[in-house]
């Protein structure tokens, strides 16, 4: 379960811009990731939610962009986008394609703060 070792490196995020910016509390936060990387928003709010208690960050929501997987064939040369990956073009069936999206790491995007 990956989940909590990037439930506390958020925390450990949160904490460096708190050192920064002089923030006491978090009340949410947005973050960015591929469906390609295998992470469970259930399993990680679980996971932040036990690992921030007693932090500034206890109690702060977790708001999730999910990015799609985007393909594009070499058969019929499209670009498609979809929701999970079967190994084929959803246009035409083919083999032939290469993942071009979805594989991006979580990310940070920003924090509400008080």
Do not use: W
């Not at 702060?60 to 999910?66: G, I, P, T």
Request: overall charge negative; some cysteine.
């Amino acid at each position: 379960m990956h989940e909590i070792s990037l439930a506390v490196s958020i925390l450990e995020i949160v904490e460096e811009y708190a050192a920064k910016a002089g923030f006491s509390k978090v009340n949410s936060i947005r973050l960015s990731f591929g469906r390609l990387t295998c992470i469970e928003p259930k399993t990680l709010e679980f996971a932040f939610k036990v690992q921030s208690e007693g932090t500034r960050a206890d109690g702060a929501k977790l708001v999730f962009e999910v990015l799609p997987i985007e393909i594009h064939c070499l058969s019929c040369d499209t670009d498609s986008q979809t929701e999970k990956y079967s190994g084929t073009c959803p246009k035409c069936g083919q083999a032939e394609i290469l993942v071009t999206g979805g594989k991006q790491d979580l990310k940070m995007i920003d924090m509400e703060v008080d």
